[in-house]
Nanobody, 119 residues
Framework: QVQLVESGGGLVQPGGSLRLACAAS????????MGWYRQAPGKQRELVAE???????NYADSVKGRFTISRDYVKNTVSLQMNTLKPEDTAVYYC?????????????WGQGTQVTVSS
C-alpha cells in the first residue's frame, strides 16, 4: 500500500543542477526516515542523503556542500537539490523510506530515476 514515486532525473552538464522529488503515499509518516540512494553501473548502492525521523539530515561525504535534502511532512514528499553536478554523480537515484523497530524492519523503494552528468 506504500508507494514512492520519483521524478526529476535527466541529463545535465557538469556544473549544472537538478532537483529530484519523491512523493510518498500510503502509511508513511514521520516515524520513517526518508532519503535518497544511488547506484552507478558496476557499483554498490550507496546512501546519498537521508532525513532521520528526528528531522536531521545526513549526507554522503561526496555530496556535502553540493546537495541539499528537504522533507515536507505535510505533503509527505522528500526532495534532493543537486548542484555543481559532476560526472561521478551519474547513477540511478532511488527514493527510500525506512523504519526499524528492533527486529522489525519496514523499508520501501521507489522505481529509480536516472541522473546523467555529461558534457
Amino acid at each position: 500500500q506504500v508507494q514512492l514515486v520519483e521524478s526529476g532525473g535527466g541529463l545535465v552538464q557538469p556544473g549544472g543542477s537538478l532537483r529530484l522529488a519523491c512523493a510518498a503515499s500510503g502509511s508513511i509518516n514521520s516515524n520513517y526516515a526518508m532519503g535518497w540512494y544511488r547506484q552507478a553501473p558496476g557499483k554498490q548502492r550507496e546512501l546519498v542523503a537521508e532525513v532521520s525521523r528526528g528531522g536531521y539530515p545526513n549526507y554522503a561525504d561526496s555530496v556535502k556542500g553540493r546537495f541539499t535534502i528537504s522533507r515536507d511532512y505535510v505533503k509527505n514528499t522528500v526532495s534532493l537539490q543537486m548542484n555543481t553536478l559532476k560526472p561521478e554523480d551519474t547513477a540511478v537515484y532511488y527514493c527510500n523510506a525506512r523504519r526499524i523497530m528492533g527486529t522489525v524492519h519496514y523499508e520501501y523503494w521507489g522505481q529509480g530515476t536516472q541522473v546523467t552528468v555529461s558534457s
